[in-house]
């Protein structure tokens, strides 16, 4: 059974998808760009878009009852992998206890150019 989780406090898809499915009792989300849920807009720097992202996959997570220590996997798409350690030092405030397995990889473009973007796979 699968059911579609929305978040309100979460930026609206940008594209044909929603934000995440609940099957089998493991959550998958889309993955997240650091876009203002309000404006739509995108932050200056990878700092405030790595910050902004795992906001937005904090609203997903809690409209599915979950919270950031049910994260069991996480991809992170970096558009510089020179923003590694920016993007690192946030990410470690998120998952300060047993971080979950993450996969992290360098792409060559983002949807609006985003400079981050987040997904995870999280569960009970």
């Known amino acids: 059974m699968k059911q579609t989780i929305s978040a309100q406090n979460a930026p609206a898809a940008i594209g044909p998808y929603c934000h995440a499915k609940l099957v089998g009792g493991l959550l998958f989300t889309s993955g997240q760009l650091g876009l203002d849920p309000v404006t739509g807009t995108l932050p200056e720097g990878i700092e405030a878009q ?3 992202s795992l906001e937005n996959l904090g609203a997903v997570l809690a ?5 950031y220590g049910d994260v069991v996997k996480t991809t992170v798409f970096l558009a510089n992998m020179e923003d590694f350690g920016a993007v690192n030092e946030i990410y470690a405030g998120y998952f300060p206890k047993e971080p979950p397995a993450r996969s992290c990889v360098a792409v060559k473009t983002l949807p609006k150019n985003a400079l981050v973007e987040i997904e995870v796979v999280a569960g009970e």
Request: charged residues 10%; glycine residues 24%.
């Open 63 to 67: 409209a599915a009852g979950l919270g």
């Open 50 to 52: 790595t910050k902004q």
